[in-house]
């Protein structure tokens, strides 16, 4: 994967909190702070360049860019962390207030057709048969009408923590899916599986509000 258009876009609007972060849930002082960041750059660009490109139809594509800056932050940190401090810094660092705005505009369309369509079109697209690094899933809608389930039976973030051995601590970026959904104000979300636990699948659950 070239490291332009969306790795350098989400480096620079994640930069920040990443970096302030680091203070706030893990103790570092500015100049630690800054000196993690600065490693982080250049694993996380190496992490890029080392990954194939992305379908254009994939919508998945934004999610192994956030798993490798997470992953590079992590790399670059004086002590590795633990699963549930590394979930407060994953999520404090992703749900800016950008980020959450953006998540209550598409809260509008949760559920619409447009977003049913779009949810079986990934389903078929089956992109982790060509790519190790993208997502595979069926899309299940609930007979009482009430949501849908996406299920995924291949995961990248699995994929790229195992290459980055880091695997142990992907629970950590599994559970930003409720903090999307909770943002979104249409949905509640509801999982009893994931892969990273050792379950047959990844559930997602969106029931609606």
């Known amino acids: 994967m070239k490291y332009m258009g969306m790795p350098v876009a989400l480096w620079a609007v994640f930069t920040r909190s990443f970096r302030k972060n680091l203070e706030t849930c893990f103790g570092l002082n500015a100049t630690e702070a ?36 997470i992953g590079a932050f992590v790399l670059s940190m004086p002590k590795r962390p633990d699963v549930k401090t590394l979930t407060n810094y994953y999520r404090d660092s992703s749900m800016t207030p950008l980020v959450s705005w953006f998540f209550r505009q598409s809260g509008k ?28 899933m069926d899309y299940f809608e609930y007979p009482d009408g009430s949501g849908y389930e996406a299920r995924f039976y291949k995961c990248g973030i699995c994929a ?18 409720y903090d999307m959904s909770e943002a979104t104000g249409a949905s ?22």
């Open 34 to 69: 800054k000196e993690v960041t600065r490693k982080a750059k250049v694993r996380y660009k190496k992490i890029i360049r080392e990954l194939p490109e992305f379908e254009k139809e994939d919508r998945f594509k934004m999610n192994i860019v956030s798993c490798a800056m």
């Open 109 to 136: 369309l949760k559920f619409s057709e447009k977003d049913r369509q779009q949810m079986q079109k990934t389903a078929r697209l089956k992109a982790a048969d060509r790519n190790p690094f993208s997502w595979n």
């Open 160 to 177: 790229l923590m195992k290459k980055l051995g880091l695997y142990d601590l992907t629970p950590a970026l599994c559970h930003l899916d």
């Open 188 to 209: 509640v979300f509801v999982r009893e599986y994931t892969l990273a636990s050792g379950g047959p699948y990844c559930d997602c659950g969106y029931k609606k509000k």
